[in-house]
């Protein structure tokens, strides 16, 4: 199990660089865009506006495989006001095939019955309301 404080993980919270604002228009596209850095390919994901491994801060748009495995996962029972609603829900840290560690909650109509450690995931845009886009695991 793990624990970082995952109730604090908000739908828009990553995107408040204005650099990477695009992001939350290329989901409403149904399109999972990551951020690759000019000096040195390394490609992130969520989007990040400079590079932590060059220090780089030249980025462009590259579309993200939302193909992966589940590295691990935890039932989330608590959630902060406003969310209340939202629980229970699983949040699951997902090893991309192109190498991008993400945390992101499993799609509603995934039991925890159904999910284990190394099992194959998609990561995949998702819709919450007219306004709230983010993106889930799915189970591929
Ligand atoms: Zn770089």
Known sequence: MISMGFEKFGFVSYVSQAKIGEFTEYLKKNQLMGTKCKKCEKVYFPP???CISCL?????????NGDGKLVTYTEVNFAPTGFQEDVPYI??????????????????????????????VQLVPCQIDEDRVTYEFQIP
């Open 48 to 50: 990040r506006g400079d």
């Open 56 to 64: 780089g801060d030249e980025v462009e748009w590259v579309e993200i």
């Open 91 to 120: 949040l699951a840290l997902g090893l991309l095939n192109s190498g991008q560690q993400v945390f992101a909650r499993f799609s509603k109509d995934v039991s925890l019955e159904q999910v284990k450690s190394g099992m194959a």
